[in-house]
């Protein structure tokens, strides 16, 4: 494989898919060389196959808001890669959504999927449907028309979406709704349910519970304790929330959350009604933090800017790609950070990385660290074939368990000679080998 070469012949025929070309780009500079010593990998031609998604639908979106007026946004659905099961992954609506944005998170989901250990696919879906400021019946109706488009497309053993950015319980409570209506059928088709129609206890903290556990092992791995660290995380949503629960629960001080207004920093760290009020201020569905600032003394907020300038042990981004840039990772190095941990699929942007790899300084994946939200859906299918519920303690265990093996497999395949572990190239390279091995087990398909 020549990496140079394949990434010229990708710019050729995607032009300005940059966020879709940096992914592959990341994930073919880690593999090379493990690549290299597999001839039957460039004999099957895997690199090449496996930057393709097998499939991309494009739908229009029309619906009618609250005024009368028509809205017509568009919807994709990503296939990306089905090598070891159905397509899997969540559904985004934000205004950036664009078919590179989804083919970058397609690509990603592929990898993060199979470190999970379990027999899911990679997908990605979602439409550039802005929810800010939208009611609650624009949001229904908006849900139900995306998928009068999609649902021919899915089933619970062909392509099971679920959330992502502005899709949560309530987004795949409508899109549950509409399927079932139009499928006639009451199935797992997508996770990230309600728990009175199929729902899995601890999917809503999942994304956040797991990236904790695996911060944790990081740390634990180099006799550092997770107690009294200081933590910045960026967003207030889903996934920052789970995120801030679990640590604080393990004794670590989270003193930032962020919004696209600015940032929230709160010396004193939040506690449990803190960490309650980022639900309120989500519900509210006008996506700014600063009331955080009126409604508790203690923590002052900052216009337009992200929260990396805080001094703080460790970091975790958790709201959106490319949120972490190199002049971020060169502030947080110099003050003292030990631990950036992408909970966003893609923070960090490439000379973010290239800095805390060259510091020296831990860095986790997202496609590692947030793949606990991924594995509880999975666990969501396996529950919903069986027709039964595990308990929030079961859940747990095997959430917490595979955190530990995704953990692991990095360090398997990352350990460098002098001893630094390259999380990026372990996660991207046990995924890799994964989804790879399977190709050429099942011939060009
Ligand atoms: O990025 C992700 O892994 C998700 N949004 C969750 C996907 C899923 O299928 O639960």
Redesign the pocket.
């Known amino acids: 494989m020549n990496v140079a070469n394949l990434m010229m012949n990708l710019e050729q025929r995607h032009p300005g898919e940059v966020e879709y070309l940096q992914a592959v780009k990341e994930v073919l500079i880690s593999i090379e060389e493990v690549y290299n010593l597999h001839p039957e990998f460039e004999a099957n031609k895997i690199a090449e196959r496996i930057v393709e998604p097998d499939r991309i639908f494009t739908f229009k979106v029309a619906w009618v808001d609250d005024k009368g007026e028509i809205q017509v946004n568009i919807g994709y659905r990503v296939q990306f890669n089905n090598a070891i099961g159905p397509y899997?992954?969540?559904l985004r609506f934000h205004a950036s959504v664009t078919v590179s944005t989804l083919k970058f998170?397609g690509f990603e989901?592929t990898f993060?999927n199979a470190l999970t250990t379990l027999p899911l696919g990679g997908g990605k879906g979602g439409s550039d449907f802005n929810p800010r400021g939208k009611s609650d019946g624009e949001i229904m109706r908006f849900c139900q028309a995306f998928m009068l488009e999609l649902w021919q497309y899915i089933g619970p053993q062909t392509d099971?979406?679920?959330?992502?950015i502005g899709v949560g319980a309530r987004e795949i409570g409508y899109l549950y709704g509409m399927y079932r209506k139009l499928a006639r059928e009451n199935t797992g088709v997508l996770?990230?349910k309600s728990m009175g129609f199929g729902g899995s206890l601890i999917r809503p903290e999942a994304?956040g519970f797991g990236a904790v556990y695996f911060v944790k092992r990081m740390l634990e791995n180099q006799g550092i304790s997770m107690e009294g660290k200081t933590i910045s995380v960026s967003g207030f949503g889903n996934v920052a929330w789970g995120a801030a629960l679990k640590a604080v629960e393990f004794g670590a001080k989270v003193v930032t959350i962020s919004g696209p207004d600015g940032f929230i920093y709160d010396p004193e760290g939040l506690d449990a009604e803190k960490i309650e009020y980022m639900l309120d201020l989500r519900a509210s569905n006008n996506d700014v933090v600063e009331p955080f600032a009126e409604r508790f003394p203690s923590a002052t907020f900052t216009k337009g800017a992200k929260p990396w300038s805080v001094k703080v042990d460790i970091a975790m981004p958790c709201a959106i790609q490319n949120e972490l840039n190199g002049d971020d990772a060169k502030m947080l190095i110099d003050n003292g950070a030990i631990c950036i941990a992408e909970v966003s699929?893609m923070g960090c942007t490439p000379e973010a990385i290239d800095a805390l790899i060259e510091a020296r300084v831990m860095y986790g994946p997202g496609k590692a660290v947030?793949?606990g939200?991924?594995a509880t859906?999975g666990l969501e299918m396996t529950q919903n074939a069986m027709k039964l519920n595990w308990t929030a303690e079961e859940v747990d265990a095997k959430l917490h368990q595979i955190m530990m093996s995704i953990h692991d497999a990095c360090v398997e395949y990352g350990t460098e000679a002098g001893g630094y572990i390259n999380y990026m190239k372990g996660a991207n390279i046990a995924g890799f080998i994964k989804v790879a091995k399977s190709m050429v087990e099942q011939g060009v398909v």
């Open positions: 899997k992954g969540g998170l989901q993060k099971v979406p679920a959330g992502d996770t990230g994304t699929n947030n793949a939200g991924v859906s």
